[in-house]
């Protein structure tokens, strides 16, 4: 899958550009790394890669075709590809397992084998009749990762994915991510950026003040 961007600006007011002609282009398998401080874009970009987000100007091209200027029929196919993890976890009410499960229910897949493998990787098995209002920042952010890597989409993007998680459960959501990169694209936005990630990244870039260098 490729998605292009060209020339993409975006604007929350109509005012202010919180991202300024930003020309990229991520396709096939393999790693992407946005670097850059707090403020300074990252999950706007993810979000106009993810196709949630319109841009203010500019186009978004997905396999050779103008995204936004699809049929929305057209538009939620293309979309079902692309999966974004937000910074902030959300789960909805209901236990771990609702949770965790609920992305293969929603796409009618039927093998949980692979996800019971992640829910024991993780350590999450002890939790999974816990309710979700009673996990802590890691815990939730562990749930909103291991719901997506079963999924196995073609393209995963994720917003800051390490934020809250401890040393060994960092190591092994960066070993998943490389395995994972292996076969579908992966876009990481980041400030822990560390060997593994440098290491295996088809391209880094770097987004500063709403311009992208790299």
Do not use: C
């Not at 609702?98 to 939790?127: A, T």
């Not at 209002?133 to 989409?153: D, E, T």
């Amino acid at each position: 899958m490729e998605v292009r961007l060209e020339d993409v600006w975006f604007s929350y007011d109509g005012r202010r550009y919180v991202l300024k002609s930003i020309n990229m282009e991520i396709k096939g398998g393999g790693l992407h790394v946005v670097m850059g401080p707090n403020g300074s874009g990252k999950t706007t970009l993810l979000k106009i890669l993810s196709l949630i987000y319109k841009p203010t100007r500019g186009s978004v091209i997905v396999d050779g075709r103008s995204y936004w200027d699809l049929g929305p029929a057209e538009r939620d196919l293309v979309r079902h590809h692309i999966v974004y993890v937000h910074d902030k976890p959300i789960l909805l009410r209901g236990d771990v397992w609702y949770n965790v499960s609920l992305g293969l229910k929603l796409r009618g897949f039927n093998n949980y084998d692979y996800l019971e493998e992640l829910i024991k990787r993780y350590g999450l098995s002890e939790l999974l009749k816990s309710s979700s209002r009673s996990l802590s920042a890691g815990q939730r952010r562990l749930v909103s990762v291991i719901r997506v890597l079963a999924l196995k989409p073609r393209v995963l993007v994720l917003d800051e994915p390490f934020n809250y998680l401890d040393s060994s459960r960092v190591k092994i959501l960066l070993e998943d991510i490389i395995a994972m990169a292996e076969s579908s694209l992966v876009v990481i936005a980041t400030h822990y950026v560390v060997r593994e990630l440098r290491d295996n990244a088809v391209k880094m870039y770097e987004l500063v003040e709403g311009s992208l260098r790299g």
